[in-house]
């Protein structure tokens, strides 16, 4: 499966952006879908991921509240909906997809494919 990320831009604190992540492949519903994030000089963190099989959302506790996850299999996309942005979570956001991920969501190499990253900045 190939991934395009988009949606990154300049925002100012307390705005919102939303990211997509369009999917090539006709099981997209199977896979689960994760984002992940690189701030400047730091490793990649998870953020978010909403798995194939329930659809149950799972978040890094620093987004939570902010943040919302959500996929259209229609489409073979998945939306990251962020609010209420802070300076922090300036960063290069990448989507990533597993097939039939269930568990270790939140580990970046349970993901086998990667989309290209869209740069979030959030000035303060």
């Known amino acids: 499966v190939q991934l395009q990320a988009s949606g990154g831009g300049l925002v100012q604190t307390g705005g919102s952006l939303r990211l997509s992540c369009a999917a090539s492949?006709?099981?997209?519903?199977?896979?689960?879908i994760g984002w992940f994030r690189q701030a400047p000089g730091k490793e990649i963190d998870f953020v978010t991921a909403i798995p194939w099989s329930d659809g149950t959302p799972y978040y890094v506790d620093s987004v939570k509240g902010r943040f919302t996850i959500s996929r259209d299999n229609a489409k073979n996309t998945v939306y990251l909906q962020m609010n209420n942005l802070k300076p922090e979570d300036t960063a290069i956001y990448y989507c990533?997809?597993?097939?039939?991920?269930?568990?270790?969501?939140?580990?970046?190499?349970?993901?086998?494919?990667w989309g290209q990253g869209t740069l979030v900045t959030v000035s303060s």
């Open positions: 990533t997809a597993a097939a039939g991920l269930e568990t270790g969501l939140g580990f970046s190499s349970n993901y086998r494919y």
């Open positions: 492949g006709r099981t997209f519903s199977r896979y689960t």
